[in-house]
């Protein structure tokens, strides 16, 4: 939704609680331990991404997920805005819906640093990273019946506001601007984080790539997964597992209560 509200935003400082999953081998055996780190962040340096949070997903699954987490994802996302974070919307293939607003406009003025290519999608680098901790070769819908592939969407859902100030991209540009600006600290949310949220460019491993500071909110972020594939747990244990994956692999997460002072999001049927 794009609203003509405006809003004085006023620079702060983000304080941050990040999770990170560090390598022990002191013991004789690999294994990871969880470590916690407080980081200061100023806001006007910082940039929200929001990843793909569609109006309507091929998945009837993915469909409500998406819907619930939102209104809770508005919240934090007019809280960091107030506080001078930009954010930076990308609801991938469907920005032309967007192509004569000032937020779309926004994003393409950006200079494009022909030094820094990034590609359409970054694929998961053996090099870099094991493989996903999920078996989601089958599209990851958690439905029964599964539903049927398609795009299935036209914009981003409508509960996220979108205000001016704001930015819509779904490619480079994303980080084009966040260089125009001095931006290096990126907050990533969205869906999914075992495809998208990993891969798009302008989403995580592209942004460690540019040697960005990137953080995940994972409490505002899902995954597709269907418990009937490896490793046969129940959907939010999926979301768990890569949750540790990218925290071991590629950036720290936090909960979106470094943004809002209240509780962390959580889904209603996660026991």
Known sequence: MITCLTTTARAETLTLHTRSQVSDNSGGQPRYLTTTEMRSWKAEETAIIVCDMWDKHWCEGATKSVSEMALHMNTVIRQARNKGVLIIHCPSSVVDYYKDTPMRKLAQQAPIDTALPLKRWAYLDPAREPPLPIDDSDGGCDCDPPCTTRQAWSRQIDTIEIQPGDAITDNAEAFYLMKQRGIRNVIVMGVHMNMCVLGRPFSIRQMVYQGQNV??????????????????????????????????????????TDITGKPAFRFAADK
Request: with cysteine; net charge negative; hydrophobic share 30%.
């Open 215 to 256: 953080v995940l909110m994972r409490d505002l972020s899902d995954t597709m997964y269907n418990h009937r594939q490896s490793p046969y747990v129940d959907h939010f244990d999926g979301n768990r597992l890569v949750t540790m994956h990218i925290e071991r692999y590629w950036c720290p997460t936090i909960t979106s």
